[in-house]
């Protein structure tokens, strides 16, 4: 099952495009000790693509940690994320396709960012931790900085 998550019937990457709809009930999987060899196997197939991926399949489960800094702007402002170190926002001109659209187009609620953030990088429920500095309620409405979007992780 995890093999079909992230490869196509030719067994070529799936990249961003991941079948992705129960990725959260097959990680709640990968801690029993019954599936370690296939664990392990997925693994070892996905290593490649580790760097667009940001959690793999693990015995000890992996978690993805994201820094992201806020602007304490009107309206707050997400100025910078950092994932392993490697900036995650982008530039996007105005006639440039916008791969993060969902985070520019109307802001987002600082309480939906991790399930945004999880759905778009493909990041399974429980393997996300987001640190924001500074804190912020979580009823303010973030945005980004214009000419800027959310790239595909990068890791």
């Known amino acids: 099952m995890f093999y079909e998550v992230y490869f196509n019937r ?3 990457f799936r990249g961003s495009k991941l ?3 129960f990725l959260a009930e097959l990680f709640a999987l990968e801690s029993v000790s019954r599936y370690e ?3 392990n196997y997925i693994r070892q197939v996905l ?3 580790r760097g667009s991926l940001g959690v793999l399949p693990s015995k000890i ?3 993805l940690r994201v820094k992201v800094k ?3 702007t009107d309206p707050p402002t997400i100025s910078s994320i950092e994932v392993s170190g490697k900036e995650q926002l982008i530039e996007v001109s105005e006639d440039e396709e916008d791969p993060g659209w969902r985070f520019a187009f ?3 609620m600082l309480q939906d960012y ?3 953030l999880m759905k778009y990088w493909n990041i399974p429920d429980g393997h996300l931790e987001i640190i924001y500095g500074p804190t912020l309620s979580e009823e303010t409405k973030l945005r980004l900085a214009k000419g800027k979007s959310v790239g595909p992780l990068k890791v």
Do not use: A, C, Q, Y
Request: hydrophobic residues 25%; without cysteine; aromatic residues 4%.
């Open 10 to 12: 030719e067994g070529k």
């Open 19 to 21: 079948k992705n709809s």
């Open 37 to 39: 060899l296939s664990i």
């Open 47 to 49: 290593d490649p693509f």
């Open 61 to 63: 489960p992996e978690v």
């Open 70 to 72: 806020l602007e304490t």
């Open 106 to 108: 109307r802001g987002i």
């Open 114 to 116: 991790p399930n945004e």
